[in-house]
């Protein structure tokens, strides 16, 4: 008669709980979503989940273990990509640890209860918001300066080539006044031809008085550029406060003649083109700096955020999400930010991109790297085979 025995007695490896939930749970799902499987496999995870209800022998226990982990190995690839991990991240609830939930919980006297996946949504839904934000505070900014300095750069050209014209019209007012006074001279002792330099005289004055009314219209332009340069200077100078501010801030790089340049602007007692002229540098650089660099971080991480979201929406769906995707998601957004900074590399200073996305503006190539990181990969390529067809056409 075989030795019989009951769970009690069972030794403390045959630990089968956890394993037996697991596969009740993949059980379940697949009968939820219409996966036909065997009967042998159903019997088998079935058979051992209530083999406790009556005593067995060893060797049934070691068959019944056996045909047990041969069903749950079928049932976890019927199954794929879904595994246990998955399920439990979509299904379990668990306490709400995070800043929100524990806010939750304050205002409600009771801890909420949430899955990871729900954590996980909520964590780079966060996250895609806040760089939102940022990017259109930094856009906003960029455009901004961008208008500003245009309009300056406008004013200033204008105003030097109304100050070279000035010159100009000085310097032929001149020569027209040195010829009036030759032509008064010589008419004094001639009494001869005296309708011809009439005539002269008459043209060269009206020429003195187009001359005139030029000058004193470039007059009165440069006066009302004055004016304007000196709104111009304090709304840069406003402009430029905001990125100095942080500056100063960190470690106070901005130098004493910076601090100079703002009080006098305020003043408004020192060379107001000099002090616009050196505003308007410093703006060129920070603009060019927000352009090619942190812009372009920006719209590489809203395109790794993108992806992800899109990601993480399709992996709860399909009930493949598990907590390990997180480390990836976070990987993903770090190599997206970087790869929206590297591929500027490969766009030329006149705009043009070398890859097949010429009509594209810097920033949409930075926010198509980071939501796909291959493309940085693939202007990489094109940008080696460059170097590495030359010898090849040398031979």
């Known amino acids: 008669m075989e030795e019989k025995i009951s769970p009690k007695s069972v030794p403390p490896r045959w630990d089968m709980t956890e394993p037996i939930r ?11 979503t219409g996966i036909i499987l065997p009967p042998e496999i159903i019997k088998s995870i079935v058979e051992i989940t209530h083999c406790h209800e009556s005593e067995i022998s060893a060797a049934e226990l070691v068959e019944m273990e056996t045909k047990f982990l041969q069903a749950t190995e079928a049932l976890a690839k019927a199954v794929s ?18 800043l929100i939930g524990r806010f939750r919980g304050f205002i409600w006297r009771s801890s909420p209860k949430t899955s990871l996946a729900a954590l996980s949504v909520r964590r780079f839904r966060l996250w895609a918001l806040c760089t939102l934000i940022l990017l259109l505070f930094v856009q906003i900014y960029w455009v901004i300066g961008f208008l500003l300095t245009a309009d300056v750069a406008k004013t200033l050209a204008q105003d030097e080539a109304d100050k070279i014209k000035k010159e100009l019209l000085l310097l032929e007012q001149k020569q027209l006044n040195d010829r009036l006074d030759e032509l008064r001279s010589a008419g004094k002792g001639i009494a001869s031809d005296q309708n011809a330099m009439k005539r002269d005289l008459k043209i060269l004055e009206d020429e003195m008085v187009k001359k005139l009314e030029e000058i004193s219209a470039i007059d009165a332009r440069r006066e009302n550029s004055i004016s304007t340069t000196d709104v111009d200077l304090l709304i840069l100078n406003d402009w430029n406060g905001y990125w100095r501010w942080p500056v100063e801030f960190l470690g106070g790089f901005v130098s004493e003649s910076s601090e100079r340049s703002l009080n006098t602007a305020e003043t408004a007692v020192f060379d107001s083109y000099q002090e616009l002229l050196k505003s308007l540098k410093t703006a060129t650089f920070v603009l060019h700096a ?26 709860i769906r399909d009930l493949t999400y598990t907590p390990e995707s997180d480390i990836g998601f976070r990987l993903r957004m770090n190599l997206g930010a970087l790869s929206g900074l590297a591929i500027v590399w490969f766009i030329k200073d006149g705009g043009n991109v070398q890859l097949p996305l010429a009509s594209l503006s810097q920033f949409a190539v930075a926010f198509l790297a ?26």
């Open 370 to 395: 980071g939501y796909s990181v291959e493309l940085l990969f693939t202007a990489m390529d094109r940008f080696v085979s460059v170097f590495s067809d030359n010898p090849k056409k040398e031979k």
């Open 22 to 32: 697991n596969a009740r749970l993949l059980l379940f799902y697949a009968s939820d």
């Open 290 to 315: 927000l352009q090619i660099y942190l812009l372009p971080i920006l719209y590489g991480l809203l395109g790794a955020t993108t992806y992800v979201l899109r990601t993480l929406a399709r992996q």
């Open 81 to 98: 990509p879904v595994t246990v991990a998955s399920l439990r991240a979509g299904y379990d609830k668990r306490d709400d640890t995070s």
